[in-house]
């Protein structure tokens, strides 16, 4: 079995790019279109499977305990999962997603902010220095089932600084693999172990 894995992997690697891109079809099934463009490039063109979110902060945002984030500015929102007037991402496809939050504190404040997964902890960003600004960066893969949800809330007194023309604070998401079946019907894992620590 670890030989086909791994063979698969090389196969894979050593392709071209173009024969790549051909290759996402067995992931998202009709989720991606090869189009011809502009002098005769090929273009990978989203449509309903795949799903992707990036929205920022444009404005100070001082936050209490428990407050959720709500990121105004909306850069991308493939699958229409991310909600601008909550700050609520609610999976629309079952899989595998990779997400990002990037803060900046105010001055005279820090970031205290944890990630959420269907009201449960997962991880944390935290950002302080006396008198000036202070960045903060985190990152985590989770297996979501449809209808999950994944938030970004305060932890104590926060700041983050934003601006119309300076955004630094960021929440952004996007599926790395679709739960596909054998059958390349969109399946639900297993349920996971119990987490010990």
């Known amino acids: 079995m670890k030989f086909l894995v791994c063979l698969s992997l090389f196969s894979f690697a050593v392709s071209s790019p173009l024969e790549q891109v051909k290759g996402i079809d067995n992931y998202f099934p009709t989720s991606f279109v090869r189009a011809a463009g502009n002098h005769g490039h090929h273009h990978v063109t989203p449509t309903d499977k795949f799903v992707g979110f990036s929205a920022g902060l ?5 936050t209490n305990d428990t407050d959720l984030v709500v990121y105004d500015r909306v850069f991308l929102n493939m699958g229409n999962g991310y909600d601008s007037s909550t700050g609520v991402f609610t999976c629309p496809n079952a899989g595998t997603y990779a997400f990002l939050v990037h803060g900046v504190s105010t001055a005279t404040s820090q970031l205290n902010l944890d990630i959420y997964r269907n009201n449960n902890y997962t991880v944390s960003v935290f950002a302080h220095v006396n008198n000036g ?22 932890r104590g007194v926060s700041a983050l600084y934003g601006q119309r023309n300076e955004v630094y604070s960021t929440f952004s998401g996007f599926m790395v693999v679709p739960n596909i079946g054998r059958t390349g019907i969109v399946t639900t894992p297993p349920p996971m172990g119990n987490i010990i620590g």
């Open 58 to 62: 444009t404005k100070m945002l001082k």
């Open 133 to 154: 600004y202070a960045s903060g960066h985190q990152s985590i893969i989770l297996q979501l089932d449809q209808q999950d949800t994944v938030f970004v809330q305060a």
